[in-house]
């Protein structure tokens, strides 16, 4: 060997002790949920792969745009283009997509949101695993909840829908579609929503096939009638609302049910998606039984909408293939289910 030779293998020598260095010190000081969140995150992914297609039209993504917030951290994966204030930290590996990082401080830890952002389109921002969720299942949960709003949010028709429910008034924020002054308190709206909230829970209780499916149709016949006393204004927030966070709310349980026929393993950690689907279903019953609205308000319509979607499976499943068809409402699936 060659002192040329003899240079070039020394200089391999170093760079490989170099980069052991530096992998060790990644593993070493940074948190463990520096890569839990990674590998949740590729845990999602399976499952929507095996079973979004299944559940809803196109809903598969591999890449959609994710920020992880820590208390140290903002992590960016998969952004569409380079986002002002982050740099590079690492590839990902499943993916092939860039994560970018930034000092924390900008998202409360506690977010679990979708919205426009760093010219991504919509992103999932959420709190890191073990801010928000102690438990990993349920954390993937929540991850998938948000991408099924960025699947809503990147339908085309999303943002003139928005517009054309004309509830924003003067607010060019978003926020009316949180804060918008529905009546929960009026106890006529109320009594209207606890009839439909207990004609729910009696079809999705009742054991025998037949009688659900009589029940249901029963219920879609009822529907139209009994929202017709409500406010112009108000009918269409509650019906956007049962559109947007009801089906999400039903999309985790679905996702878990479809997930429970498998194994799932990540982090030594065996993610039981039977129980979550239990719990979930239990959640949403129980939160009809009671019938809280002016404690809950629009929280409550994740439940009722997850609900009716339920029941519309009970009709007939392929009402979620035109999901997109009926504008940013539940009314126009239960219309169908009784006129065909």
Same mark, same amino acid.
């Given at each position: ?9 020394? $200089? ?29 995150? *590729? ?16 809903? +598969? /993504?591999?890449? +959609? ?20 204030? +982050? ?8 993916? @092939? ?8 401080? &900008?998202?409360?830890?506690?977010? &679990? ?13 959420? /709190? ?18 948000? !991408?099924?709003?960025?699947? &809503? ?5 999303? $943002?003139? /829908?928005?517009? =054309? ?13 949180? @804060?918008? %002054?529905? =009546? ?11 009839? !439909? ?9 009742? %054991?025998?096939? @037949? ?32 559109? &947007?966070?009801?089906?999400?709310? $039903? ?16 982090? *030594?950690?065996?993610?039981? +998606? ?30 009722? *909408? ?33 006129? !065909?």
């Amino acid at each position: 060997m060659d002192n040329k030779d003899k240079i070039y293998s020394k $200089y391999r020598l170093v760079r490989c002790f170099e980069y052991i260095i530096v992998v060790l010190a990644v593993f070493l000081f940074l948190p463990v949920t520096a890569f839990a969140d990674t590998v949740l995150m *590729g845990e999602a992914r399976k499952v929507l792969s095996a079973y979004g297609g299944q559940l809803w039209p196109g809903f +598969f /993504g591999k890449d +959609f745009p994710i920020v992880i917030v820590d208390h140290k951290h903002d992590k960016f994966y998969c952004a569409r283009k380079l986002p002002v204030g +982050f740099t590079l930290f690492s590839i990902d590996a499943d993916t @092939n997509c860039r994560i970018d990082i930034r000092e924390a401080g &900008q998202f409360s830890t506690n977010i &679990q949101a979708t919205l426009p952002f760093a010219g991504a389109g919509p992103v999932a921002v959420i /709190g890191a695993y073990g801010i928000i969720e102690s438990n990993s299942t349920s954390w993937i949960a929540t991850l998938l909840h948000e !991408n099924f709003h960025q699947y &809503q949010m990147n339908w085309s028709g999303y $943002y003139s /829908g928005l517009t =054309a429910l004309d509830l924003a008034g003067d607010d060019d924020s978003g926020m009316w579609a949180l @804060n918008y %002054p529905f =009546a929960y308190d009026d106890q006529q709206v109320v009594a209207i929503i606890r009839s !439909n909230s207990l004609d729910l829970v009696a079809i999705l209780t009742e %054991p025998d096939k @037949n009688i659900r499916k009589k029940l249901a149709l029963q219920y879609a016949a009822k529907r139209a009638g009994r929202l017709s006393t409500l406010t112009a204004a108000d009918r269409r927030y509650m019906e956007f609302q049962l559109w &947007q966070e009801g089906m999400a709310r $039903y999309t985790e349980l679905a996702l878990a049910e479809f997930a429970a026929s498998g194994t799932h393993t990540s982090l *030594g950690v065996d993610h039981d +998606f039977a129980a979550l689907a239990a719990n979930l279903r239990t959640r949403i019953l129980q939160t009809l039984i009671e019938g809280k609205i002016s404690q809950h308000q629009r929280v409550y319509f994740y439940s009722l *909408g997850a609900a009716e979607a339920l029941v519309l499976d009970e009709i007939d499943q392929s009402w979620r293939e035109s999901y997109f068809s009926n504008g940013l409402s539940m009314a126009g699936f239960f219309s169908d289910a009784i006129n !065909n």
